[in-house]
């Protein structure tokens, strides 16, 4: 199965003697064996089989494996969440006196991890400006051990040249993990240019509706195992009932992210039009800064917009109190358009300095670009821009 589309709808399970057409759901905590011999064999990993579901579960692994084929890497685990993904596969790489290497624009639990968490551990970082990727080496330390990255990032839509990264990685023989939420395995595979773990917030686009939780990391079978190791240990196993709804939402991911990235493309054209809206960006129009690197290594340009509201954060409040049609949520990658306010909602943990160096002004705004009628949405938030009093 060589089409994208045609494995992310005909990977599933075996089927039982039931001879199901979709993939049954096994809500099982445990799992029976026929003697004490085929027990221990399972217990010695010498029999490979399901034990316990925060092991391993059916519906756990179809959609660990599912993603894994997408993104072209050799295995996966699936989490509870996106955050507990990327928290275990870090910690599970990471030992005291490690140095990480990041991008500075990433998701504000991430930054947390980085500065309020790891250093209780003697794990410490440095920050790179997304637009100052020829900094990266210096940065590099003997006890760096991750080059981590998000691309696109959360919330300002920037673009990092993964080949770039990846040559950077070899070079210093570093794990290059990068955070594909934005994209999804549909519109681009980090491991093609040299990523070893690749890691998603099902959360977001893969479930697509706004219904539930997960999370996942794909890449290297080495390394998948010892996450795989640390993470039946420290049990942030993902529900059976969610690995059901996620697998199944993959099989419409191709035909949801067309429609997505139709209408982002649009509205964001649109938008840099309005005079109320400044610093537009978007991966695929012609004015972001990196649009050449996104053509590159993405399909499309994803579903996230952000832009500036003229007249900053009391402006940007007006807008989003404005809004009829438009959701004002902090998640993102739903059926329906969602509008956030990052400075007060997904980074109004950090700093305002924080906030600034990661390019989080007073007024930015990012939209998650919905599935409904493009001139609605547009219409929303061109009659919410122009809103007064």
Not at 97 to 119: E, M, Q
């Amino acid at each position: 199965m060589s089409h994208f589309e045609t494995t992310a709808i005909r990977t599933q399970l075996d089927r039982t003697p039931y001879q199901e057409h979709s993939s049954p759901l096994f809500l099982t905590s445990s799992y029976i064996f026929e003697d004490a011999e085929e027990m221990r064999a399972a217990f010695a990993e010498e029999k490979e089989r399901n034990i316990y579901s925060r092991f391993s579960n059916p519906n756990t692994s179809e959609f660990a494996e599912k993603v894994a084929l997408l993104e072209g890497a050799e295995a996966g685990f699936a989490f509870a969440t996106g955050m507990s993904a990327v928290y275990s596969t870090l910690a599970t790489l990471l030992n005291s006196g490690d140095h990480i290497v990041s991008a500075r624009s990433i998701f504000g639990s991430t930054h947390s991890l980085f500065t309020k968490y790891f250093p209780k551990w003697n794990i410490s970082h440095s920050y790179f400006n997304v637009n100052e990727e020829d900094k990266i080496e210096s940065l590099i330390k003997p006890e760096t051990k991750i080059l981590f990255a998000e691309s696109p990032t959360n919330p300002g839509v920037d673009i990092l040249d993964l080949e770039n990264l990846g040559r950077i990685a070899k070079k210093h023989n570093l794990l290059l993990i990068i955070d594909n939420c934005f994209a999804t395995p549909y519109l681009q595979n980090p491991i093609k240019f040299g990523a070893d773990l690749v890691i998603h917030s099902a959360t977001k686009l893969i479930d697509g509706q706004g219904r539930v939780l997960g999370g996942v990391t794909v890449g290297r079978e080495d390394l998948i195992r010892e996450i795989y190791l640390f993470s039946r240990n420290t049990g942030p196993a993902l529900s059976p009932f969610n690995a059901w709804i996620l697998s199944k939402s993959l099989e419409t991911l191709p035909v949801r992210l067309d429609r997505h990235c139709d209408n982002a493309l649009k509205i964001a054209e649109l938008l840099e039009k309005e005079a109320n809206a400044e610093n537009v960006k978007y991966p695929f129009l012609r004015s972001h800064p990196k649009h050449e690197v996104a053509k590159r290594q993405m399909k499309q340009g994803g579903n996230i917009i952000s832009f500036e509201i003229k007249g900053g954060l009391e402006a940007g409040r007006k807008f989003i109190d404005n809004l009829q049609l438009c959701s004002r949520s902090a998640n993102l990658g739903d059926t329906r358009t969602i509008v956030t306010h990052p400075a007060s909602t997904t980074h109004g943990r950090l700093t305002e300095e924080e906030r600034l160096e990661a390019g989080i002004t007073p007024g930015l705004v990012r939209i998650s670009v919905g599935l409904e009628h493009v001139e609605d949405i547009f219409e929303d938030i061109q009659r919410a821009l122009n809103f007064e009093a």
